[in-house]
């Protein structure tokens, strides 16, 4: 609502059960309108709508509820709704917005079209995701869609303006609006509750013809009274339902019995591998549905949780601790376990959303995955060709890398696939990796711009090419080299300067030889892998941030233990000793190839430098934190031959120089970098993060110089990269606390 004004004149609800009455109620506490109209049927619920005080008004007729009003709602049976479209239509007002409340709905836009001979723009149609086990007018609950979704399926030509009007009337009444188109709401509703009810219902009348029925509902555990609960729901509504959604149904009933007959099967045949890898996906599909798979089920980015970071400014960090692992090392270790022949064991594996994603991604191509389980996977691999073609695209989430090197294994692959992700990825550029690989013999097809989705077509052969990489970077030359595994001869790629070699290393660890010279790296297609035991090290880039906080924050000293330090990773530790920081490396060893040390880091004070190209591509993810450390520093800190940080997550220069600018800190910004004078007094202020996880956490570092409360907005994707990362900053001494979701 705007300025606390009504959003709608007169409403009526046609249909006083459960949801039209609890609408009803919504509408008139939270004051959306000046006058809620009721129509029913049934006399004695209208009478005892206005008597409780749901609805102000009981017509005599619909025709009597629809006259004059400016929002019509539907609260009818599904097989009712073309009748009483039929009543509606001479009395509803030009201006009038008409929406519904029902479960599918190609069923009612088919019979708007067939009552109004098109389906005007002001008709949205609607479907809130809430119910309950009561119904009639006396179990109407205002409180009945807080929390909840509503999905609304507007028509291409429908009206913005009513469109954002019903959506505010809707959030108004607590709910999380979506919108969808018509057909795919019918499918995803087919799936994720019309079928599990129709389960329920045949599950409790089988059960219930069994001899031993009393004993079988006598000694049910609550699992399954939890499961068939929602067989108490209304028969005749679902009998209307399955009828009226009749082929998305029948389509997930197929599918369904197809993939009980195959459980069936590996039952009867003690086929163990099949039910551990079912089993296991669909534990960990169930787990991650609600935060990893948007754009299914009811989940989509809109409905994401913002979370927000408020810093106090000051103070010092101590202790000893231990980051997350190191996310490169952890997509790679799931993708080439999967491929290898044998069972690799898998310790320190990131359970950040990215690696999540890559770690569902290859359940849903048939791979059997154990865990994770505090860090602790195992993965069954299938070889080098066991892959299966996935039922749906392939969604990554937050993930570049992920998309990058995906982009590369799959397109050697015999079958079709399709690779998405959240918004912020839908908006990053995948041509520097298609290109290349369509030169290998590939068809990828991309969005505009060469942006996401990625659609593969499966059974192309690929030939291996040499390629000049224009811009250094370990996410393309790794999609080639994975490619170049399925491809016939030699696939060499040649780096402008060096980059993480994670891919190159775990290659060799799984014993495919990967030759090497000076720049140039190579693979001979056909070889396999083998399973191995992988330890992931803790992500230099998440140590990144306590480097420099324990740097900046003056009588700091803090410990960083079993630190990943490759050599194409350890930029910043030289970038930051170039400015005069204080870290001693301690207990260094390998472990798995990589090698690991220990970080002893106190506070220094800092000097302005020119920061050495060759060390850029070594720290590339690390430099929105190394900005803050330059602030703080004494002296001109320039960066050169950067560009590759305006394609990450966000343009990572531009939107360091705006952040800093709203705390008061002016920079100068050039086309490869950036140009920052130290002493410059951080003060207090709000920054948008634009959903970067780095740039949210290397603004909480800077709250330790900060002169005043800095706030972060956008900071839900922290959790790609860095879970507990708000817990362990508190831990060591930074002032934050986090709102809108649990860290």
Excluded at 187 to 209: C, K, M, N, R
Excluded at 375 to 384: A, E, K
Aim: glycine share 10%; aromatic share 4%.
């Amino acid at each position: 609502m705007s300025g606390g004004q009504p959003l709608f004149q007169r409403v009526a609800i046609i249909g006083l059960g459960l949801i039209g009455g609890s609408l009803a109620r919504a509408i008139r506490e939270n004051a959306l309108a000046v006058t809620v109209v009721g129509a029913d049927k049934r006399a004695d619920e209208l009478a005892l709508g206005v008597e409780l005080g749901i609805i102000d008004e009981a017509a005599g007729s619909v025709a009597e509820a629809v006259a004059g009003s400016d929002l019509v709602v539907l609260a009818v049976p599904v097989k009712a709704t073309r009748a009483v479209l039929e009543e509606i239509r001479p009395h509803l007002g030009n201006s009038a917005v008409l929406t519904d409340v029902g479960s599918t709905k190609t069923s009612f836009v088919a019979d708007v079209v067939q009552v109004f001979g098109e389906l005007p723009a002001k008709v949205i149609p609607g479907h809130p995701i809430a119910g309950s086990e009561k119904s009639g007018i006396r179990a109407a609950n205002p409180k009945l869609f807080a929390g909840h979704k509503v999905i609304l399926t507007p028509a291409d030509n429908v009206s913005q303006a009513d469109l954002e009007k019903l959506q505010a009337l809707w959030e108004s009444c607590g709910a999380t609006v979506l919108t969808m188109s018509v057909a795919y709401h019918d499918e995803v509703l087919a799936a994720t509750s019309h079928l599990p009810h129709l389960i329920a219902f045949s599950l409790v009348d089988t059960l219930a013809g069994e001899d031993e029925n009393l004993d079988i509902f006598r000694y049910a555990a609550g699992g399954f009274r939890d499961f068939t609960r929602i067989a108490a729901s209304d028969p005749v509504m679902w009998h209307d339902i399955f009828l009226s959604n009749r082929d998305a149904v029948l389509r997930v009933i197929d599918h369904f019995t197809y993939d009980l007959d195959q459980l069936r099967t590996a039952i009867a045949d003690q086929d163990s591998a099949t039910l551990l890898r079912v089993f296991s996906r669909a534990k960990a599909a169930r787990e991650h549905f609600s935060k990893m798979l948007s754009g299914q089920a009811y989940v989509t980015n809109n409905s994401q949780k913002q979370v927000t970071f408020r810093l106090q400014p000051g103070g010092r960090v101590s202790g000893k601790i231990r980051v997350p692992g190191d996310k490169s090392i952890s997509h790679r270790s799931i993708m080439l376990g999967a491929l290898a022949d044998g069972i690799t064991e898998v310790k320190g594996f990131l359970e950040g959303e990215d690696s999540l994603a890559t770690l569902q991604a290859f359940r849903d191509m048939g791979v059997t995955i154990e865990g994770p389980d505090n860090g602790f996977v195992r993965i069954h691999g299938v070889g080098i060709d066991g892959l299966q073609a996935p039922r749906g695209p392939l969604y990554l989430g937050n993930s570049g890398t992920a998309m990058r090197l995906f982009s590369g294994l799959l397109a050697a692959q015999s079958f079709d696939s399709e690779l998405t992700g959240d918004e912020s990825l839908s908006k990053r550029p995948m041509g520097r990796v298609a290109d290349p690989l369509r030169a290998m013999g590939a068809v990828i097809d991309t969005a505009e711009g060469g942006r996401p989705p990625l659609k593969i077509r499966g059974g192309h052969r690929l030939t291996g090419i040499h390629y000049d990489m224009p811009v250094a970077s370990a996410q393309v030359k790794s999609c080639l080299l994975l490619a170049g595994l399925y491809a016939e001869g030699v696939t060499s790629v040649t780096e402008p300067a060096p980059t993480r070699d994670h891919t190159e290393r775990m290659l060799e660890g799984f014993g495919y030889h990967v030759h090497r010279d000076m720049a140039t790296a190579s693979v001979t297609g056909g070889g396999r892998l083998t399973a191995s035991a992988i330890d992931v090290p803790a992500d230099i880039s998440s140590a990144a941030f306590f480097l420099v906080a324990a740097s900046i924050a003056p009588g700091s000293e803090l410990t960083i233990h079993h630190v990943g330090m490759n050599p194409t990773r350890v930029g910043v530790i030289n970038i930051l000793r170039l400015m005069g920081a204080n870290i001693e490396v301690l207990e260094e060893r390998v472990i798995g190839g990589e090698p690991v040390a220990d970080l002893l880091v106190r506070s220094a004070d800092l000097k302005g430098i020119d920061i050495p190209e060759d060390q850029v591509p070594l720290a590339i993810d690390e430099f929105p934190v190394l900005f803050i450390a330059a602030v703080c520093a004494e002296g001109r800190t320039v960066l050169r031959g950067a560009e590759e940080l305006r394609v990450k997550e966000s343009d990572r220069i531009q939107v360091m120089a705006d952040g800093l600018l709203a705390l008061g800190v002016e920079t100068t910004v050039t086309p490869d970098g950036i140009i920052i004078e130290g002493g410059q007094t951080l003060g207090g202020g709000t920054v948008d993060s634009h959903g970067d996880h780095r740039i949210a956490m290397a603004f909480s570092v800077a709250s330790l110089r900060a002169s005043g409360d800095i706030e972060v907005t956008d900071c839900a994707n922290v959790a790609t990269s860095f879970p507990g990362f708000v817990e362990l900053a508190r831990r060591t001494g930074i002032h934050i606390s986090a709102q809108g979701a649990e860290q």
